[in-house]
Nanobody, 123 residues
Framework: QVQPVESGGGLVQAGGSLRLSCAAS????????MGWFRQAPQKEREFVAA????????YYADSVKGRFTISRDNVQKMVYRQMNSPKPEDPAVYYC????????????????WGQGTQVPVSS
C-alpha cells in the first residue's frame, strides 16, 4: 500500500503559479496511478488530474487543461501538480490519491488518500 502526504499549499496571486507536492510512502509506489482532486467549501470533491504509473498517460479536467500539469518521480516517490494562471474556482483543499486501476477521473478508482492541503483564496 501507499500513503500519500500533500504539501505546498498556500496563497497564489493572480498571474502567479503554485506547485503542490505529494510524497507517497510504500515500496510499490511505482505500480500505482496517482490523481489530484480538489474540494471547495460546500462543493463535491472533483477530479483535477491523473497520471499513470509510468507517467505516460495523463488526464486533466477541462477546467484546468492548459493551466495545470501533473508529473511524477518514481525514484523519489513523488507526484506534483503545477498550477499556472489561477482562476477564481481554483482555491480549494487539494487531495492526492493512489489507485491500482490506472489513471482515472473517478474517485472510486483511488484507494489511498492524503489529508489534503489548502490552497486559499488570494487576497
Amino acid at each position: 500500500q501507499v500513503q500519500p502526504v500533500e504539501s505546498g499549499g498556500g496563497l497564489v496571486q493572480a498571474g502567479g503559479s503554485l506547485r503542490l507536492s505529494c510524497a507517497a510512502s510504500g515500496r510499490t509506489f511505482s505500480s500505482y496511478a496517482m490523481g489530484w482532486f480538489r474540494q471547495a467549501p460546500q462543493k463535491e470533491r472533483e477530479f483535477v488530474a491523473a497520471i499513470s504509473w509510468s507517467g505516460g498517460v495523463k488526464y486533466y479536467a477541462d477546467s484546468v487543461k492548459g493551466r495545470f500539469t501533473i508529473s511524477r518521480d518514481n525514484v523519489q516517490k513523488m507526484v506534483y501538480r503545477q498550477m499556472n494562471s489561477p482562476k477564481p474556482e481554483d482555491p480549494a483543499v487539494y487531495y492526492c490519491a493512489a489507485g491500482e486501476n490506472g489513471a482515472s477521473n473517478s474517485r472510486s478508482d483511488y484507494r489511498y488518500w492524503g489529508q489534503g492541503t489548502q490552497v486559499p483564496v488570494s487576497s
